[in-house]
T-cell receptor
Framework: ELKVEQNPLFLSMQEGKNYTIYCNYSTTSDRLYWYRQDPGKSLESLFVLLSNGAVKQEGRLMASLDTKARLSTLHITAAVHDLSATYFCAVDVRYNFNKFYFGSGTKLNVKP | GAVVSQHPSWVICKSGTSVKIECRSLDFQATTMFWYRQFPKQSLMLMAT?????????EQGVEKDKFLINHASLTLSTLTVTSAHPEDSSFYIC????????????FGDGTRLSIL
């Protein structure tokens, strides 16, 4: 069974600081997704990483994918309070109707 | 971008009631739809995968007689929670995919179900 592990599970940080969230997965997959979820809301797509070495950036967030290491990172630069949310990574399985396997989520709290 | 509409967004009902949740793909044909359940402060748990015109595939531990899924058209899937009880209270999220070449899943806004 495919496992997706996210670290850390909870992160509290001051505004202006940098930090990285890690997402490890246990099987071969070349597609990885990052989502944001605000309390009581559904998922908002942040990044779709489709190949080894892919790097995408949007504002203060940057995501990368290393398929050989089965590792994706979500780097936060100069955090602001508005980034407070729960972040999920997910890996899909193409041969199984593109089923998603989600990490446990990282709850980020950025203190103003 | 692709839009998935989920309805209702919040429902409160008494124990023993059956509740139907709709998931519609508004601007694309969804050959595959997924239903997830999320408990507070937890990740999304896949309940079932449904392909248009065929029976849903349920994940281990999910009661198919309890959670009835219908995917009768390329734009609509429904999840019916039958004879709901308080332990069925949760946040239910659907997603849809077209399976044409590479297509990501597009998520609905979720349905908060509260059973009294």
């Amino acid at each position: 069974e495919l496992k997706v592990e996210q670290n850390p599970l909870f992160l509290s940080m001051q505004e202006g600081k940098n930090y990285t969230i890690y997402c490890n997965y246990s099987t071969t997959s070349d597609r990885l997704y990052w989502y944001r979820q605000d309390p009581g809301k559904s998922l908002e797509s942040l990044f779709v990483l489709l190949s080894n070495g892919a790097v995408k950036q949007e504002g203060r967030l940057m995501a990368s994918l290393d398929t050989k290491a089965r590792l994706s990172t979500l780097h936060i630069t100069a955090a602001v309070h508005d980034l407070s949310a729960t972040y999920f990574c997910a890996v899909d399985v193409r041969y199984n109707f593109n089923k998603f396997y989600f990490g446990s989520g990282t709850k980020l709290n950025v203190k103003p | 971008g692709a839009v998935v509409s989920q309805h209702p967004s919040w429902v409160i009902c008494k124990s023993g009631t059956s509740v139907k949740i709709e998931c519609r793909s508004l601007d694309f044909q969804a050959t595959t739809m997924f239903w997830y359940r999320q408990f507070p402060k937890q990740s999304l748990m896949l309940m079932a995968t449904s392909n248009e015109g065929s029976k849903a595939t349920y994940e281990q531990g999910v009661e198919k007689d309890k959670f009835l899924i219908n995917h009768a058209s390329l734009t609509l899937s429904t999840l019916t929670v039958t004879s709901a009880h308080p332990e069925d209270s949760s946040f239910y999220i659907c997603s849809a995919s077209s399976n044409q070449g590479y297509q990501p899943q597009h998520f609905g806004d979720g349905t908060r179900l509260s059973i009294l």
